[in-house]
């Protein structure tokens, strides 16, 4: 249940593998201080918010996860919910809300929910991820083009009112900072994948605004300047209304962080051929964002971008993000008050690439090829993304993943009666299809699949389809995998039916685990063990003695 990475790699660490970790981690630790302190700002919190949960949650998620090589830190998945209660209920109420998320992941993972996170319906992570990407991109639109007129409205399409409203205040200055911005960051990739795009582009716009003296906002204009240090850790109060009013933003946050980090992870194991611990994964994610907050930071979850250049630049242990989060810190104490000069249409720049990659446009594009189901999916939760709330859209896309699973699950159910053959126990094993006779008088009752409450309509029909009454009516389960409560309750009920119709029933096939409920529920005692038979074929032989005993003369 939680067993991190960092104890089994240890074990058998050498100075190899150290070298390759330590040149890993110093780039990717280069690679996230553009993006820290993007997200941050972005996020509506100062820039060293996001520098200390990229050091700090970074450290934890690597010293206590469940994978070789995943980075974490705050995710641009998290700009939109974090801005939402920022603005709602300040920073004081990030903070609680975060330790809240915090604490439902750490429970997520003892409760191994770890490997059913991983199976949410592909068309919901698509619509909201390329929701959260097109927010991201509007957010970015008034630093990009350097507009006036105040705040931005919260609201889609109030926001893009705002914008269009406010053309006639375009700072050229911000315009061509950002879009030399895209280009290097774009170019680069070109002439040298280890150094960053973002980083060569920070400290070309930032060296041109410093010396022509370019009137553009920068993050010392607008923030003041970055402390250089970590704060002491201090624990907010927290009162019943507050903790009410959080409840569903904090689940939002975790849900997201849950689904980002062990897709992160999945992601990681098809390029180094590792297998990740998905519960493991989950408490130290929890663990990261209980203790994060407390010194200032924002909620983090595993980074997709960043773990690949980890593994693209031989990262093989936890111990290449450890650094890649010293490296960080020592950014933070030595230079963190040069950031200040750091052009917001920069860091607009650098959130609009952040935004396309995660746009995932393609897969949004592929899904159309799909069923309609996976269609209105998509475009439901994307459009709920979009346009309402992303609480809202991952508790809506929950809801139908809900429903997607019991309605895929009840239709690999089939429920058949018989009264004149069945198929032998062993005709599914081969291609020679063998039955055996059914008795007059004997009716069999065939499930196949899972026998829950999705199914219930479809037990009900077949009971109608019933033909004549008969004396003696056979229920095989032999391909039964589990039965809930609820398939108990209507089990219990047709055989309580059946035996007010003087109908003696029989039970076939159980396999363990189901005969297992059925006697906890007292079904196997109410018909005898006499009656629940191992297969068909002696169900049929018990059939026929209950018949002779029956048609015999008193």
């Known amino acids: 249940m939680f067993s991190p ?26 690679v996230a201080l553009p993006l820290a302190i993007a997200f941050g700002i972005a996020s509506g919190v100062s820039p060293e918010r996001g520098m200390i949960t990229a050091i700090i949650a970074g450290f934890l998620i690597s010293f206590l996860g469940g994978s070789r090589v995943q980075i974490g830190g705050p995710t641009g998945a998290f700009i939109v919910i974090i801005y939402g209660i920022v603005e709602q209920f300040g920073v004081q109420g990030l903070i609680i809300a975060t330790i809240m998320a915090g604490i439902m992941l750490v ?34 639109i008034k630093d990009f083009f350097g507009l006036g007129g105040g705040e931005v409205p919260a609201s889609f399409v109030e926001k893009w009112g705002f914008y269009f409203e406010n053309l006639s205040t375009v700072n050229l200055y911000a315009f061509a900072i950002a879009g030399g911005t895209l280009l290097v960051s774009l170019l680069w990739q070109k002439i040298n994948k280890v150094i960053p795009g973002s980083l060569v ?3 070309i716009t930032t060296v041109a605004v410093y010396y022509f003296q370019l009137p553009v906002e920068t993050i010392g204009s607008k923030f003041g300047e970055i ?45 180094t051929g590792y297998r990740h611990r998905p519960n493991t994964e989950l408490i130290a994610q929890g663990v990261a964002n209980i203790i994060t907050p407390l010194f200032g930071g924002i909620p983090a979850t595993g980074a997709i971008a960043r773990t690949m250049v980890n593994i693209r630049n ?49 897969s949004f594009k592929g899904i159309f090829r799909n069923s309609k189901s996976d269609i209105s999916v998509l475009l439901t939760t994307f459009l709920l993304t979009v346009f309402i709330d992303l609480t809202v859209a991952i508790q809506f896309g929950l809801l139908m993943a809900v429903f997607l699973f019991v309605r895929r699950v009840s239709e690999t159910t089939d429920i058949e009666v018989l009264s004149s053959q069945v198929e032998d126990e062993h005709s599914h094993l081969s291609d020679d299809e063998e039955t055996l006779e059914i008795p007059a008088g004997v009716e069999v009752f065939q499930i196949k699949g899972p026998f829950f409450f999705g199914i219930a309509n479809k037990f009900e029909e077949a009971e109608k389809q019933s033909g004549q009454k008969p004396k003696i009516r056979i229920i095989r389960m032999r391909r039964v995998p589990f039965i809930d409560s609820t398939g108990l309750k209507n089990l219990k009920n047709f055989i309580r039916r059946s035996r007010n119709q ?40 018990r059939a026929i003695q209950l018949l002779e005993k029956v048609l015999s003369p008193r």
Not at 252 to 271: F, K, P, Q, R, Y
Not at 527 to 532: A, D, R
Request: aromatic share 8%; proline share 5%.
């Open 5 to 30: 990475k960092f104890f089994t790699t240890i074990k058998q660490y050498d100075r190899k593998t150290f070298f390759s970790d330590l040149t890993a981690g110093i780039i990717v630790g280069i």
């Open 107 to 140: 429970a997520m993972g003892f409760l191994k929910l770890g490997s059913v996170i991983q199976f949410m319906p592909y068309p919901i992570v698509v619509g909201f991820t390329s929701g959260i990407a097109v927010i991201i991109f509007s957010s970015q």
């Open 201 to 203: 582009a920070i400290v």
């Open 227 to 271: 402390r250089a240090g970590i704060p002491a850790p201090s624990i907010p109060g927290i009162d019943f209304s507050t903790f009410r009013m959080l409840l569903m933003p904090a689940f939002t946050i975790a849900i997201l962080g849950a689904i980002e980090s062990l897709l992160s992870a999945m992601v990681a194991d098809g390029a």
């Open 314 to 362: 031989g990262g093989k242990t936890p111990m290449a993000g450890i650094i890649h989060a010293v490296v960080l810190l020592l950014i933070l104490l030595f230079l963190g008050k040069l950031a200040r000069l750091i052009p917001l249409a920069t860091l607009s720049g650098i959130l609009v690439i952040v935004a396309y990659n995660m746009s995932e446009w393609r």
């Open 502 to 541: 003087g109908i003696i029933v029989l039970i076939s096939g159980l396999q363990a685990k189901p005969r297992e409920d059925l006697e906890k529920e007292g079904i196997v005692k109410m018909l005898g063990n006499e009656n629940v038979c191992p297969n068909i074929e002696l169900a049929l032989e």
